[in-house]
C-alpha cells in the first residue's frame, strides 16, 4: 500500500549537510543531483568557428528533504500524541510506536540489552522531492534552479555593548517556500495486525499527528521551515 505525503514550506527552509561551501557559504542543505539540458556553443576545429553544438545534458542541484528525517518528525510527534492519551494506553502505545517507526539495534559498546534487536519498522518513506512539473521545467531552463535558493547571515550580538560579536558572522543557503512530495508505504495487512481497521485508519492518525508537525529542518527555533504536512491515500 502507498500514500502520499507533502510538505508545503511556508517559510526558508534547509535540511543540513554539516557541510560548508567554503566563501559562499557556512551551511549548505542536502539537494539532489537533477539532470538538465544546456545550451552551448563551442568553436569546433571542422571549418566552422562557433558552430552550435545543440542540446548537452548536465546536472543541478535541487532541493529535497531525506526519508529518515520526515520519519523522525512523526515518529517525535507520534510520541507527543501518545504521551497525551490520543490512541490508548501508554504501555500500548509504545509499543505500537516501535512497531510503526521502529527501534534501533544494541549499542556495541553496551551489553545492557543483549537480546534486543533493531527493526525497520512498517512505514517507509521515500525522500520529498520537488514536483514533475518544476523538473520539466528545470530540464529546459537549467538557469531558473539558482532562484530555489537564497543566503541569509546571521550574527550574535554582545549584550553588553549592543554591537556584533567578532567571528560570529555566519552565512547559511536556504531554500524558498516549496512544495515537495513523496511516498509513505506499508503493508495493509501488517498495519491491520497492529489494531487498525485499515490505510485509511492509519492515515487519519497519522493526518492528526502531523498537525503537530509545524516546522522541519534547521534553525526552526529562528523561524525557518515553517510548513503544513498532509498524508494523502493513494487510489489504485
Known sequence: MT???????QSYWFVGTGREAGVYADSIPVTRKLAVVREETESRVSGKAG?????????????????KTVKGMFRDA????????????????????DCLFGMPGP???????????????LLHFSTLEISDAVKAYLYKNSKAVY?????????????????ARNMSLREYEVVVPLTLSG?????EEEIK??????????????????ALITELGGKR????????????????
Open 78 to 97: 507520534f510520541e507527543i500524541a501518545c504521551r497525551n492519551g490520543w490512541f490508548g494506553g501508554i504501555a500500548d502505545t509504545i509499543i505500537l510506536e
Open 193 to 210: 495486525g497492529l489494531g487498525f481497521s485499515g490505510s485509511g485508519d492509519l492515515i487519519t492518525k497519522l493526518n492528526q499527528v502531523a
Open 221 to 236: 527555533t529562528r523561524g525557518f521551515g515553517q510548513c503544513v504536512i498532509t498524508v494523502e491515500e493513494v487510489k489504485a
Open 107 to 121: 549499542n556495541k559498546h553496551d551489553n545492557k540489552e543483549p537480546g534486543r534487536f533493531g527493526n525497520p519498522g
Open 51 to 67: 558552430q552550435e553544438c545543440g542540446e548537452q545534458e548536465s546536472f543541478v542541484r535541487v532541493p529535497c528533504v531525506p526519508g
Open 3 to 9: 500514500a502520499k505525503i507533502v510538505i508545503s514550506f
Open 183 to 187: 511516498e509513505l508505504s506499508f503493508d
Open 147 to 163: 532562484e530555489l535558493f537564497r543566503t541569509v547571515k546571521s550574527t550574535a550580538i554582545d549584550a553588553k555593548t549592543g554591537t
